[in-house]
């Protein structure tokens, strides 16, 4: 499978950061360091160590709606999470919250497994804004017996992030600066600025990183060419070889390639004469 060169990749992550996604895909998959440092940033325990974390992962409903996690990660505890990076607020709604966390019981428990079997979960969302809208950088969603204030003890949390609230002196501030910074040299975090390094400047990194995007683009053309070959139009294909053009990082025959339109058509919409 051809693949992006090493100067179109090296292009195409210069500006990255890990509110990203097909740079963060990459980064925290399997990557246990820095999965164990960011939990540990985010619920303040500095015990917690990662046994397990992988990206985009799949649990599916049956005939009912399937979610894919952003992070899925285990510690040595026994506890599951489920990271979800999102930039716009309407992605982190309430109700997603409370779905993702019973999807993750759903996923864990075996057929006829008994329910104190169920182990500790967060559902976290890290976004660029309040999406609480309460002006706290950070917010834990814990069920409470009414009236009592006592904690209902079902193990289920959920917690959002507010990455332009958090304190920048602070260890949490300095967490959402490295997930927001494109430069591996200015992050604060050693695990985070060498796994940086290693995606960003090393030849193996960045081989990696273009065989990510080609395998994201050509899933996200497909998806997308199917789609409107469904409703039997081409506007979804052109709209999203329009977006590419409109991101600089590709150069047209790329673009070509991956929505299946001709250089020709490309070169017609990067010129305005397609609409």
Known sequence: MDTLTTTEARRALSDMTL???????????????????????????????VTSATTQKWIEGGDKRSVKLDIYARDGSGRIYDVEIQRARKGASRKRARFYSAMLDADYLDKGGKFKELPESYVIFITERDAIGKGRAMYRIDRRIDGTFEDFGDGAHILYVSADLAERNTDLGKLMHDLRCPDPERMHYKALRERARYLKRSKEGIGEMAGEFDRILRERMKETRESSLKEGRENGIRESARNMIADGSLPLSKIAKFSGLSIGEVEKIKNGIIG
């Open 19 to 49: 509110m990203d996604d097909a740079y963060f895909t990459k980064y925290f998959d399997g990557s246990t360091e820095c999965a164990s440092l960011m939990l540990s940033v985010l619920l303040g325990r500095k015990d917690l160590k």
